[in-house]
């Protein structure tokens, strides 16, 4: 793209209203915009990355087995009545009526629904397990929005619902999501810490939280540091007993939020040289409930027995739009944003420093049309700007290099590239630079 023409409305002020990096760097790298507490608009620098996110969590939704489908916001209040979760639920959940006088409401989660979708579709064990996901914008009316997209009224999850015959094919499922999660925040940059949980308004007993370091998250939490260089964070899991040892590892290290806190065990559990009390923020929460909402609703399969049984279920979730929040909390500096490169809105910065000399933008317009025939998705900085705007603006987006092209070096056919993490900058001749990028 070029800046030029791309809708990427830079602010050079921080905004009053932010309190936290990510608030303020999304309001000024122009990723959203708020129309109303909690509810934004995505501008195209975030959109960019809110799909990139979706995307891979897409991509290891379908390596774990799961289908994707997709619900609609708006649900009739029927099955929630069904569930007994339409009173139980509480001011959270935004109710309104249709013309014909009926209660709808705005989905803050899924459960009745693919329950529902469930029960009239599927009879048998023979059709099990089943995992059905989807990616979705949610509403809750929470008391405190807050932090941007952090704690939004309006904002996207995906919630995955797994269903099996029996309790310990469930408890298979739980585990496979609970290791799918781990790889899915690996390959967005992060290492999300799974906890212990409470169920809260989803109800069940046994559910987990994957939480990210950051000193502004909103969750104070307490684990064993020992947990962080469990191999599971970095390699891959192959097979149902290596992946339920991993599991067993992680759930069995001392590892909580202030929800579930308990000082006395902590203190038994963990040495004191290994205790981290930190904040975190709570990318992902995943709850197995069992036959909660099929006993409810009469979800039912044959089993092998031929048996009418109650299926059981859980449920995963992760906060796709809180993620661009969380990583941004993890990711940045004094100066701006610093992307993961999976997730980066563009793959590449090229900066024309003078689009008045026609050697210099015959130059960027050259290497840029490179740039995309490589596939490095650039985004070129054409616009009549003094440098130092350009440099503070690139800056601030975060790509994660930088190829910056000034009459004087390219008179010697070089340009000057830029690591946005490590700072690292090197005057390479111009025909080599993308071979640096690309490695
Ligand atoms: C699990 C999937 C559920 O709703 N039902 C379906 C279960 N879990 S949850 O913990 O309540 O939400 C899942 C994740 O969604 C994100 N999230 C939010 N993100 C932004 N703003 C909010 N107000 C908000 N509320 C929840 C979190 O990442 C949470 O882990």
């Excluded at 793209?1 to 905004?15: I, N």
């Excluded at 970095?234 to 939020?257: C, H, M, N, P």
């Excluded at 999976?342 to 210099?360: H, Q, S, T, Y």
Aim: proline share 4%.
């Amino acid at each position: 793209m070029r800046w030029s023409r791309t809708f990427l409305p830079t602010m050079k002020d921080t905004p009053a209203e932010a309190q936290i990096a990510s608030h303020r760097y999304m309001l000024r790298a122009g990723m959203v915009r708020q129309n109303a507490a909690g509810i934004y608009t995505w501008l195209p620098l975030g959109l960019r990355v809110l799909t990139k996110i979706a995307d891979i969590v897409r991509d290891e939704q379908a390596r774990a087995g799961a289908n994707e489908v997709l619900m609609p916001t708006i649900q009739s209040a029927d099955l929630w009545q069904e569930s007994g979760r339409f009173d139980a639920y509480g001011p959270e959940m935004l109710r309104f009526e249709d013309r014909h006088g009926r209660t709808m409401l705005y989905g803050p989660t899924n459960e009745e629904m693919i329950t529902d979708i469930f029960r009239r579709e599927v009879q048998s064990y023979k059709n099990l397990p089943l995992n059905l996901y989807h990616i979705q914008w949610k509403f809750r009316d929470e008391v405190r929005p807050r932090f941007g997209v952090m704690r939004g009224r309006e904002f996207l999850m995906k919630d995955g619902y797994s269903f099996d015959v029996d309790e310990a094919s469930a408890a298979l499922a739980y585990k496979k999501v609970f290791i799918s999660y781990l790889r899915t925040f690996r390959r967005l940059g992060l290492s999300a810490i799974p906890m212990q949980a409470d169920t809260g308004p989803i109800g069940g007993d046994l559910s987990h939280e994957f939480l990210i370091q950051a000193e502004t998250g909103e969750s104070e939490v307490f684990f064993d540091s020992a947990i962080s260089s469990d191999p599971a964070f970095t390699e891959d899991l192959t097979g149902d007993a290596e992946l339920e040892a991993a599991f067993d590892r992680l759930t069995s290290a001392y590892a909580r939020t202030d929800e579930t806190h308990d000082a006395a065990l902590f203190d038994q559990q963990v040495p004191t040289d290994r205790r981290v009390v930190s904040r975190g923020v709570e990318v992902g929460h995943i709850f197995y409930f069992g036959t909660k909402y099929s006993d409810a609703l009469g979800a039912t399969v044959q089993n092998a027995e031929g048996k009418d049984v109650a299926v059981h279920m859980g449920s995963y979730g992760i906060g796709v739009s809180r993620l661009v929040g969380g990583i941004i909390e993890a990711c940045h500096d004094e100066n701006g944003i610093i992307w993961p490169t999976e997730i980066a809105p563009f793959g590449v910065g090229i900066l024309n420093l003078k689009v008045d000399d026609a050697d210099c933008t015959a130059a960027c317009d050259r290497l840029y049309a490179q740039a995309q025939a490589a596939g490095l998705d650039p985004l070129l900085d054409d616009r009549d700007m003094r440098p130092g705007g350009k440099f503070a603006d690139m800056e601030l987006i975060g790509l994660p290099w930088v190829i910056t092209i000034g009459p004087r070096g390219l008179n010697d056919g070089m340009a000057e590239l830029k690591n946005r993490k490590t700072g690292e900058k090197h005057d390479v001749a111009i025909h080599a630079v993308l071979a640096k990028i690309t490695g």
